[in-house]
């Protein structure tokens, strides 16, 4: 290994964005380019965006590659930019052998779960979803499998009970930062000593936007574990008068009993929604087309004479 370590790194995100920060920052290690997906339609008027890591490597003056599968010319590509070993976070894509082999000494993926549980694209979102009450981030050599690969490394990271998705994704970028630099350097001192998986796998595949949607026959638990993986993204919701209404964060709520599932009742200053066990408190929602709101809000500006159930 050189002085200091040439490293490709793997990304598109926002979630990578932090860990290539913390890369750039290393003394011991030298960022010689980025892989990110090729620019995406974003918005309603889906304009050709580039990926976050993309945008972040154009402010760090990287080189950037943009490619959504391999080609012939994208290992010739890998292999020009001089680097001996990647990193992945979020990358996007499964990588074949021939961009597996164009480094001297592999790629290494930062991936948020404890190994083998929860491999996928949506590791953190599907373990809150399950309600998993231990989170983690494990480093591992990168292979052909969807996260199959040897462990290099591993960190733990308990759930708290105003968790979602984003905070957890957030905390995990940052400490599994850490994490990915001392792990790329000790595979490429030769001081990492990877092991094999072990234990029973679970997969996180992509959620799509009606995975995001509430089931209020569910139990009131099941329904925050549910609406606590999808924040922020994809984004819980339910159905609303034929229209999509988002909802934030609901806390279980033993106390308030006889509401059918789905049905919406304001009570002593708070709004509850009927499930099937006990009711959830509602925090703040969004109506279609309108900003979110404080729920106790909109719940006052409906019509008292009409019963409010979600569907």
């Known amino acids: 290994m050189t002085e200091r370590l040439k490293v490709l790194y793997a990304g598109t995100p926002a979630t990578a964005v932090i860990p290539l920060d913390a890369l750039v920052d290393r003394d011991d290690v030298d960022v ?16 050709l965006t580039p990926s976050p890591v993309a945008q972040r490597a154009e402010e760090l ?15 010739d590509q890998l292999r020009a930019t001089g680097a001996e070993i990647a990193a992945v976070v979020a990358y996007g894509a499964l990588l074949p052998r021939p961009v597996l082999d164009a ?36 480093t591992f050599l990168l292979d052909e499998g969807m996260d199959t690969g040897a462990v290099v490394g591993t960190l733990t990271d308990p759930v708290r009970n105003d968790d979602t998705a984003g905070s957890v994704l957030e905390r995990l970028s940052h400490s599994g930062s850490s994490l990915l630099a001392d792990s790329l350097v000790a595979v490429a001192t030769g001081r990492a000593k990877p092991v094999p998986q072990e234990g029973e796998a679970s997969t996180a595949p992509k959620l799509t936007g009606a995975q995001a949607r509430i089931d209020w026959n ?4 099941a329904i925050s574990h549910h609406v606590r993986g999808v924040t922020p993204e994809p984004g819980a919701w339910t159905d609303y008068n034929g229209q999509r209404m988002k909802i934030d964060r609901v806390i279980p709520t033993p106390e308030v009993t006889g509401l059918a599932p789905g049905q919406v009742e304001l009570r002593d200053g708070a709004v509850y929604a009927g499930t099937g066990s006990y009711a959830v ?16 809000d909109w719940a006052r500006g409906q019509q008292r004479s009409e019963q409010v159930v979600f569907g």
């Open 32 to 47: 010689v380019a980025v892989l990110t997906r090729e620019d995406a339609p974003v918005g309603r008027k889906k304009v």
């Open 61 to 75: 003056n990287i080189p950037t590659l943009k490619a959504n599968r391999a080609t012939a010319e994208l290992v």
């Open 103 to 138: 480094f001297e000494h592999g790629w290494i993926n930062l991936h948020f779960s404890l190994l083998p549980q929860w491999r996928g694209a949506a590791p953190v979102q599907r373990a809150l979803m399950a309600g998993d009450t231990m989170m983690g981030a494990t």
């Open 218 to 221: 569910h139990p009131a638990v």
């Open 281 to 296: 408190e509602l925090t703040r929602v969004q109506p279609s087309g309108k900003k979110p709101m404080a729920a106790l």
